[in-house]
C-alpha cells in the first residue's frame, strides 16, 4: 500500500498542491517504507519550503538517525527545536529534545 501511495502522492509534485505538506507527506511514507535517504530528501525538501514546518524537522531528524545518521539527525532536531519554541509548538520541541539528549548519549559512547 505505502508503495501504491507514495506513487500517487509524486504524481503531484509540480502541480498546484506541491508544497510543503505534500513534500512532508510523500518523506513520512518513505520513512514508513524504510527508504530513509528518500525521506530525508523530501523532508528537506518540505523545509525548503517551508523552514518553520516543526513536524518536518522532527520527521527529518527521525529519518536521519533510522538511516545511521546520528549527527545530522541531530542536527536536525536542535533546529527543529528552535524552531517548535518560536512558534509556540512546545510539545514538538518537548518530543524532540527527548530525541536529541538520546542521541547525544549515542553519539559520545560511540566516541570512547
Excluded: C
Excluded at 58 to 64: D, F, M, Q, R
Excluded at 83 to 94: I, S, Y
Amino acid at each position: 500500500m505505502t508503495g501504491t501511495l507514495i506513487t500517487h502522492l509524486e504524481k503531484l509534485l509540480g502541480g498546484p498542491r506541491d508544497g510543503a505538506l505534500l513534500r512532508y507527506s510523500i518523506g513520512n511514507e518513505y520513512l514508513k517504507a524504510g527508504n530513509f535517504e528518500q525521506a530525508a530528501i523530501r523532508l528537506r525538501e518540505a523545509l525548503d519550503r517551508d523552514a518553520r514546518y516543526s513536524a518536518a524537522w522532527k520527521l527529518l531528524g527521525k529519518a536521519l538517525s533510522a538511516g545511521g545518521q546520528a549527527a545530522e539527525a541531530l542536527a536536525a532536531y536542535e533546529q527543529g527545536i528552535s524552531v517548535a519554541e518560536a512558534r509556540g509548538d512546545l510539545q514538538a520541541a518537548r518530543e524532540m529534545d527527548v530525541f536529541a539528549r538520546r542521541l547525544r548519549r549515542q553519539l559520545l559512547s560511540a566516541r570512547r
